[in-house]
């Protein structure tokens, strides 16, 4: 059974293998009480949001996880999956923009994840980091 630190890393692996972008996991633990990680990515399409949602759902079936909840999967400009302690949230780049989730929680550590490396528990906390300003 993952905890949620690896359930969240587990998630945006998942985003990188779609092609997501701009994958950020927000460390919420001790400043939330909604969830201990957000898992936030990018899509450039309805399609591409669709496709990494239903991935990650997929993959996290496979390990007999399911979601709670999942939202926005009409209209793929926007979808939501909640685990519980990890809530996954996909956008359209511009709506990522438009929403700025990540403003919201300013304050939390962001772990970055590129898709050339494997997150592993030495994966590094930077409280400075802004999303948009990380190459991936």
Known sequence: MMDAKQL???CAL???EKK?????ILDLENRSS???YFVV???F???QVMAIADHISDELK???LKALSKEGMGDGRWALIDFGAVIVHIFQDHLRDFYSLESLWADAPRIRVKESETIT??????PGFQSGSATF
């Open 45 to 47: 399409s309805d399609r």
């Open 41 to 43: 990515c990018s899509g």
């Open 62 to 64: 496979k390990t007999g």
């Open 121 to 126: 528990s030495s994966t590094r906390y930077d």
């Open 14 to 16: 998942k985003c990188l």
């Open 34 to 36: 909604v969830a201990d």
């Open 8 to 10: 969240s890393e587990f």
């Open 20 to 24: 997501g972008e701009n994958v950020v």
